[in-house]
């Protein structure tokens, strides 16, 4: 069984076609990275995914089950989690409330309930003290941890990560990235845009070059690290290699 | 600060002896600033300013609820809704083109005199009926800046949790938006409040009527000045505690570093 499934999947925005044709399998416990240049289409990719963006052609299958044009849409999102760069937690909310909103009003647990939830994941991921902190109070490392823990909460079945780390200062990004890795360890399945080659490298089982709104490439870390077939996977690494030195 | 207090001093000082030493002086003083008068009229007209400070407090709550009804109707996307996101559009055009006095005047003489015995033959009903309908008017857009002043990612963090659009608009959107908005909020109340004044047109006798009768009744126009000086008792603190809110606001938006 996969976890997901996208089947030529096109998206574009007025005249300009982002998505073209993407097929896209993940298997359940699997992690799988996204790179590809700015304006490639990875959010577009993992927005289409979630539903927050309509698709002009395609399928989308959740569990084998299709979720293209699904009636409710929100019982849908509730079982994807998705993590933006930008944080976007609520800022009028403290960290328990940001964590503990959906569970209460999509899940219906009661508020003990999906406190007992929230505290367990704050406490796994180091923010045991600061569940009464509000948004702003809190380092960026802090905040997307926070919106990590948010789509936790929902025990979703796949997490969607939009490069969670490029709006972080420089020496914020390992403690993220940490939580991350625990996920992955602890088998949730997963699909992330990344600019951490390093990590990608690490962390998924298999790697995807977005070119242009295809996905030009695939294969284990291993193949399109040290041995990419396209060259225009070449070309972006050594982009990003050169970029890295300077 | 010293400086601000001299010249502010000074500058009234000249003001002032400027007007005592007009020619006309000793009249206006007589006609508006007689204390006797001004000791007579005051009671009656602060028991008057009762109503007006009532029609405040009633129209404020209808506005504020009518008013978001209308700044959400206008914020429904799609074309099944567009019937209502132009009949909000028409409504907050008409209400702010116009005049405040010639709707309450049509209001107010023109609905208790179709004589239909289910609608109320009160000038007040009618009075704060129509200033509900202007007043929406302004206070909708107001909000309606608020809610477009958030940005989309906050509806689609929201929405990628599951929540549906009402829940995101009530938990998410709207708690965040009127918090923005309450100083310019504030300042339409403050609108209001002199505002409230028009509905003495329609007979009510409410501080300005009453100022009005006293003043017919003795050719002593110092009535007005009670008047005056209970509307500015109210309006001054509201003005105060409005900018106090803008510079907490901006403080904290300095100190918070970003959105
Ligand atoms: N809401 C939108 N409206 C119009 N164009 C968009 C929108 N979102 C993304 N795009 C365009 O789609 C392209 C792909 O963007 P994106 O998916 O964000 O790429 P990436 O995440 O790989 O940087 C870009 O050219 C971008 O300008
Ligand atoms: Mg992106």
């Given at each position: 069984m996969s976890a997901l499934a996208v089947e030529r999947l096109t998206k574009s925005f007025g005249k300009h076609v982002?998505?073209?044709g993407v097929d896209l399998e993940v298997a359940e416990h699997e992690v799988v990275a996204l790179i590809g240049?700015?304006?490639?289409g990875k959010s577009t990719l993992l927005r289409c995914i979630n539903l927050l963006e309509a698709i002009d052609e395609g399928r989308i299958f959740l569990a084998d089950r299709e979720?293209?044009?699904?009636?409710?849409v929100n019982a849908v999102r509730r079982r994807i989690g998705i993590v933006f760069q930008s944080f976007?937690?609520?800022?009028?909310?403290?960290v328990m409330r940001n964590v503990t909103l959906a569970p209460r009003?999509?899940?219906?647990?009661?508020k003990a309930e999906a406190e007992t939830r929230a505290v367990e994941l704050l406490d796994r991921f180091g923010?045991?003290?600061?569940?009464?902190?509000?948004?702003?109070?809190?380092?960026g490392g802090q905040q997307q941890r926070v919106a990590i823990v948010r789509a936790l909460a929902m025990r979703p079945e796949l997490m969607l990560l939009d490069?969670?780390?490029?709006?972080?200062?420089p020496e914020l990004v390992a403690e993220v990235l940490q939580v991350i890795g625990e996920l992955a360890q602890g088998g949730m399945t997963m699909v992330l845009a990344t600019h951490e080659m390093s990590f990608a490298r690490d962390i998924a089982n298999r790697v995807c070059f977005l070119d242009e709104g295809r996905i030009l490439e695939v294969g284990t870390p291993d193949e399109i690290f040290?041995?990419?077939?396209e060259p225009r996977t070449q070309q972006f690494l050594e982009r990003i290699i050169k970029a890295r030195r300077l | 600060m010293a400086i601000a207090l001299g010249s502010t001093a000074v500058f009234f000082v000249v003001v002032a002896v400027a007007i005592t030493h007009a020619p006309g002086w000793p009249e206006v003083r007589r006609q508006f600033f007689d204390w006797g008068e001004f000791k007579a009229t005051f009671p009656e007209v602060a028991r008057a300013f009762l109503l007006n400070v009532k029609i405040f407090c009633i129209a404020e709550v209808l506005i504020l609820v009518f008013a978001l009804v209308l700044a959400v109707l206008r914020s429904l996307p799609g074309p099944v809704f567009f019937p209502l996101r132009a009949l909000a559009i028409v409504y907050a055009d008409l209400f702010r083109g116009i005049p405040t006095i010639l709707v309450i005047a049509m209001l107010g003489f023109g609905a208790p005199a179709l004589?239909?015995?289910?609608?109320?033959?009160?000038v007040i009903f009618w009075g704060i009926v129509s200033l509900v309908l202007i007043y929406s008017a302004y206070v909708s857009e107001v909000y309606r800046a608020g809610i477009d002043s958030i940005h989309p990612s906050q509806e689609a963090a929201a929405r990628s949790l599951g929540l549906s659009r009402g829940q995101t608009l009530r938990r998410v959107i709207l708690p965040q938006a009127v918090r923005r908005v309450i100083p310019p909020l504030l300042n339409d109340f403050i609108g209001l409040q002199k505002d409230?004044?028009?509905?003495?047109?329609?007979?009510?006798?409410?501080a300005f009527q009453q100022s009005q009768i006293d003043t017919n009744a003795?050719?002593?126009?110092t009535a007005y000045l009670s008047a005056a000086v209970l509307f500015v008792a109210i309006t001054i603190p509201l003005a105060r505690f409005t900018d106090w809110l803008v510079l907490r606001d901006r403080r904290r938006r300095v100190a918070g570093g970003t959105t």
């Open positions: 982002v998505l073209r240049a700015s304006g490639s979720i293209t044009g699904a009636r409710d976007n937690l609520f800022p009028h909310m403290n009003d999509v899940l219906g647990l009661s923010l045991a003290d600061k569940r009464l902190e509000y948004p702003d109070r809190l380092s490069e969670v780390t490029s709006a972080l200062d040290t041995n990419p077939k | 004589g239909l015995s289910y609608i109320p033959k009160s409230t004044a028009l509905v003495g047109t329609l007979g009510a006798i409410e003795t050719f002593n126009f």
